[in-house]
């Protein structure tokens, strides 16, 4: 039976569902906006997601590489 929850593990330092999670915050309160209002800018550093413009006020780092 599909309880709709699942497990998720991960090793090491980074906790990957924490970011998917405070990804989803930040959705969230941005209104829920479709795919075609966000972006994704790579940078050496980190990989930032962006609503509207690259230089839009939410930026948030999904990756540290």
Known sequence: MDTGKH??????????????EQTYDTWSR?????PTDLGLTVTPEAQYVWHRTPDSAWTHPIIRI
Do not use: E, K
């Open 7 to 20: 497990l998720v593990r991960y090793d090491g330092t980074h906790n990957p569902w924490q970011t998917v």
């Open 30 to 34: 941005l209104g829920r906006p479709p």
